[in-house]
């Protein structure tokens, strides 16, 4: 690197969850190559369980240059990021990864590579012809392929040529960026994804190879939540952001409750022979439990209820659900009864009418979001 010096302020977040095998190594490269320039290290702690925190604290009373935001009401990876962006002084902020799995040395490149080119925002992307990603299984390069690809044709034609829009490797200028970030999803599956949704393609980004290292410490935030996350971050952005994130999570958790509601109601009335207006109160409260567990796990997992409290959650949804159970069972009979004696549009009457009501005061009385 060829780094000129510059009176340039730059602000480096580094989110972190249960990182401590990672974390004093990142800062301390991060300070031996940051001599050409003014930093703050901004940590954000997701409440780790590790020491991280302990490690950190320590690490900011060393070094006024390091600050810990440690968060124990919130968590979530965009959350983190668009947090410490938000409380960010520079005039560049960049974001990395702390598991080891990005290079110290590509940031700098990637800072000087942003003042150079006056560009918005660079992106380490991890499939440009210079990049290296031996941090990727094939499998997962595969899957990350697939990903990028669903993305790029969900956001605006002005970045149909980046290919890494799952990068969690950017540099911005925080002058103009910023305004944008205030406007994100902390919901949302990748802060960049995000970024460049809400941003309507108004954003001038360039593309540096990046060097993907595999982790030698700790394990992967990959699981089932993130993907149903990118699931829902496609829906919400074809659908322009006009329907709140959690009501599309909470509705296509909805539909699995149908999938239940309809297998629990025609088991009974095919192996145990009860009839339809005797299976339907028992197949309704099975699916609105199922309902509940789904959406704890997903829907609401930045709020999600624990020991205790999700006992008593369960009993409150259920209770917030008795109306529309009460509504589903009574227009589903008359359904039935009055207009079709068909039982499977007679279900779906009732569901439908009673989804407007279990999203909005769920979301309040349950898990208080």
Known sequence: MNLKKTNYYISIILPTLNEVENISSIIKQIINLSNKFLIEIIVVDDASKDGTTTLLKKLSKKDKRIRLINRFDRNGLSSAIKEGSLSASGDIIAVMDTDGQHKVENLFEAIEELIKSKKDLIIGSRFLNNS???????????????????????????????????????????????????????????????????????????????????????????????????????????????????????????????????????????????????????????????????????????????????????????????LPIIANVGLASSFYNLISPNTLLSQLAGIVVVFIWNYAASSRLVWNN
């Not at 829009?165 to 990748?190: C, P, Y």
């Not at 009501?247 to 539909?255: D, K, P, Q, R, T």
């Not at 088991?267 to 439990?289: D, E, H, K, N």
């Not at 509940?292 to 999700?310: D, E, G, I, Q, Y």
């Open 132 to 322: 290296s990603i031996k941090g990727l299984s094939d499998k997962r390069r595969k899957g990350s392929s697939i990903a990028n690809s669903l993305a790029r044709n969900s956001l605006s034609k002005n970045y149909l040529k980046l290919t890494d829009i799952m990068s969690g490797f950017i540099v911005f200028k925080s002058e103009k960026v910023l305004k944008i970030v205030e406007k994100i999803d902390v919901n949302g599956f990748k802060f960049l994804y995000e970024l460049l949704s809400v941003s309507n393609g108004i954003l001038d980004c360039k593309e540096i190879p990046l060097d993907f290292m595999p982790r030698k410490f700790g394990e992967s935030k990959l699981d089932i939540a993130i993907v149903w996350d990118f699931f829902v971050s496609l829906i919400h952005s074809f659908l322009k952001r006009l329907i709140p994130r959690k009501a599309i999570s909470f509705a296509f958790v909805g539909i699995t409750g149908v999938l239940v509601q309809l297998s629990v109601s025609y088991s009974l009335m095919w192996f145990l022979g009860f009839t339809f207006q005797r299976v339907l109160p028992i197949a309704v409260v099975i699916a609105a439990s199922s309902n509940f567990f789904v959406n704890n796990w997903l829907t609401f997992r930045v709020n999600r209820l624990k020991n205790r409290a999700f006992v008593v959650g369960l009993c409150k949804f259920l209770i917030v659900s008795s």
